[in-house]
């Protein structure tokens, strides 16, 4: 059995073949007929339509026979597509290129073989019509001709059926733009209409039924001006219908962008929109316009709010300038107190009643300066962008709010604070005071009459049924009526006058309390006052501080101090110069050499922020030279207002002080370092 070749457009004749889509599709009456046809014409009892594709012959049509496939490598078909030329075999079995073929041996048995080529108008021979005999047999010129004018035949009808696919595909195309376009407008918040040269509308997406409040369908066949309401312009005036984007639009032939205008609805409320008309034409004569409008209700109140927004970014850029400004001084402030205070009381056991009265003065100064301390830091932590869930106890957060809206709550109402022990949620120290302080304030406003004697604002915290932390505000108000009590959290929302608020401090706190994972949650009766209910994810409870009023008993350590302010390296100095040797700098540079000269010390107290080195190039500095003293950096902060400065941070395991620092703090640190030595 011969092996056939494969023509030498084989490639392209598979593309072809392939264009036609047909391969392995159901039987269709048009070529089962021209194959009964060929068997009746030319009297034999076998007749079909193959195509080659390839590894196989895939039989399109037959007659006489039950075959659905052959493969290529015994397909007679093969042989008509290699050379183009229709076959002929009288005789298969003493024909030595066939006889031994499984066809001629086995069934359908073989024995005669006519075929004339499927050849495209480009040349190429997708397969072959042929007729069988089981017996040998002769074939007449006539016969051959009717058989060649059969395969011209199925490929007309091939030609036609592709055609007809093609259309088909075509039309369903088109459909499935048309409901992909459909699709996208419906899913635009962009209103979008298709009117004619009279204003009519043939066409409006479900955004412009939604900004108009009225069903799309609606608004067919109706032009701009047949509906029940009005338009007003940017100012408020009326809006004449000859100045109306749509009308100026086909009246010019120009496009019309972003055109602010009111519409009063026939709800007698007020929607702002940005309408754009864009005309079509046809034949050089406008035949219509396509009109876009959003709706811009909301932005034009966010921008009226924008010189406030503008406004609130400062002053949070300037609160967090000013804590670090001011925790400097009141860092050495504290620090002197706490060690004047310290000195005092060790100089006598039992104080005359002027040194009681030059302590009670003292401390009555460092009471102060604490609360200043406390109320810097509520500034820095408003003024913080990044975010960590970390432990955060409940009770001083409380009061630093309460410091934080003192100016809202002191005249109007008396606070009764109750925190249950140990009280620690799982969040961010910033956001849950930007949280409270939103609370407390609506809370001191919402009493019509400062009147501190009845009116009563609490804070609870206590651990909820379902083990979350429980943050409660409560007042004995006037309460939220219930058709607004819906509505309070909604952005803008707001019953309060003009310049007296912006509707977004419950908006924002719910998003706040949402992003640390809790619920923000709302009773209120009119007449009987409100409750606010943060619920938040329990932490364990942060470990405190050991007690170090004992740890400075014991090894002395060889500290550095580095800051450029005179007084916090004096102040430092002085609480720790009792029990430690201490060294202090304030020019980076001079602590620089006196490390590059291999002058060893136990600990380094750094601040961040200097001129020259700051603590971050010193410390790199250090890990480049001397590795060994990496780890005995302790930096000192006012308060990381520089992006990398804070990125350094949080890239280090060293430990860091906060100014204003507690003395406490400072000793433990430095006993702790003592005893590493």
Not at 379 to 402: H, K, N, Q, T, Y
Request: charged share 20%.
């Amino acid at each position: 059995m011969s092996v056939t070749p494969k023509p030498w457009n084989e490639t392209t004749r598979l593309l072809a073949l392939r264009s036609y889509v047909v391969l392995d599709t159901p039987s269709e009456p048009a070529f089962d007929n021209l194959a009964r046809l060929a068997s009746y014409v030319l009297e034999v009892p076998i007749a079909m339509i193959s195509l080659v594709d390839a590894e196989r012959e895939w039989v399109l049509a037959q007659y006489g026979v039950a075959l659905h496939e052959i493969p290529r490598d015994i397909s007679l078909a093969s042989h008509i597509v290699a050379t183009g030329e229709p076959l002929v075999i009288g005789n298969t079995w003493t024909d030595q290129r066939f006889a031994r073929n499984p066809l001629v041996l086995g069934e359908p048995r073989i024995g005669f073989y006519a075929g004339a080529p499927l050849s495209t108008k480009s040349g190429e021979v997708l397969g072959a019509v042929c007729m069988i005999d089981h017996n040998a047999r002769e074939i007449t010129m006539g016969q051959l001709e009717m058989l060649k004018i059969l395969a011209e035949q199925v490929i007309a009808q091939l030609e036609v059926r592709r055609s007809r696919l093609d259309l088909i595909n075509e039309r369903a195309a088109a459909r499935d733009i048309a409901d992909r376009l459909t699709m996208v407008f419906d899913a635009m918040n962009e209103g979008v209409m298709m009117q004619e040269a009279d204003s009519r509308i043939t066409y409006a997406n479900r955004a412009a039924g939604l900004i108009l409040s009225v069903d799309p369908s609606a608004l067919y066949d109706r032009t701009t001006f047949e509906h029940p309401w009005r338009y007003v312009r940017e100012d408020g005036h009326e809006l004449p219908n000859h100045d109306h984007p749509v009308v100026v639009s086909l009246r010019t032939g120009l496009p019309v962008r972003n055109t602010v205008v009111g519409i009063h609805k026939f709800d007698g409320s007020l929607t702002w929109i940005s309408i754009s008309a864009v005309p079509r034409t046809k034949d050089g004569k406008i035949s219509g316009v396509v009109t876009t409008f959003h709706d811009i209700t909301a932005l034009r109140k966010a921008t009226e709010l924008a010189t406030q927004q503008e406004r609130l970014a400062t002053v949070g850029t300037l609160a967090a300038g000013v804590g670090h400004e001011i925790n400097n001084p009141l860092a050495y402030i504290l620090g002197n107190l706490d060690y004047t205070l310290s000195e005092l009381a060790t100089m006598s056991s039992a104080p005359s009643a002027q040194m009681q009265e030059i302590m009670s003065v003292l401390a009555e100064a460092r009471e102060g300066a604490d609360r200043i301390r406390k109320i810097v830091r509520g500034l820095r932590a408003l003024a913080r962008e990044d975010v960590a869930l970390i432990g955060v106890p409940v009770a001083p957060v409380v009061e630093m709010s309460l410091s934080m809206a003192a100016h809202e709550v002191r005249s109007k109402a008396h606070v009764v604070t109750t925190i249950e022990d140990g009280a620690t949620v799982l969040g961010d120290e910033s956001r849950l005071t930007q949280i409270l302080v939103n609370l407390l304030v609506n809370a001191g406003q919402a009493f019509e009459e400062a009147n501190p004697a009845r009116n009563e604002i609490s804070i609870t915290a206590t651990t909820a049924a379902d083990s979350r932390m429980g943050i409660y505000v409560r007042d004995n108000g006037p309460g939220i009526p219930a058709p607004i009590l819906s509505r309070i959290f909604d952005p803008f929302f707001t019953t309060k006058g003009a310049g007296q608020g912006t509707g977004l401090g419950l908006s924002v706190s719910r998003n706040l309390v949402d992003a640390l994972g809790g619920e923000l949650l709302v009773q209120s009766k009119e007449g009987e006052g409100t409750t606010f209910s943060i619920l938040l994810p329990l932490a364990s409870q942060a470990t405190p501080e050991a007690n170090t009023a004992a740890a400075t008993i014991g090894p002395r350590a060889r500290i550095m101090v580095v800051d450029d302010e005179i007084a916090v390296v004096n102040t430092i100095r002085r609480i720790l110069a009792r029990d430690h040797d201490v060294t202090t700098f304030n020019d980076s540079r001079l602590a620089a050499s006196s490390l590059a000269a291999g002058d060893v010390y136990d600990l380094i107290f750094c601040d961040l922020m200097m001129p020259y080195y700051t603590g971050q190039e010193l410390y790199v500095k250090v890990v480049a030279e001397r590795p060994g003293l990496a780890d005995r950096f302790v930096f000192i902060t006012a308060g990381a207002t520089n992006p990398n400065a804070r990125a350094f941070l949080a890239g280090v395991k060293n430990d860091r002080i906060e100014k204003p620092f507690a003395v406490e703090k400072l000793l433990s640190v430095a006993a702790r370092f003592a005893k590493a030595r």
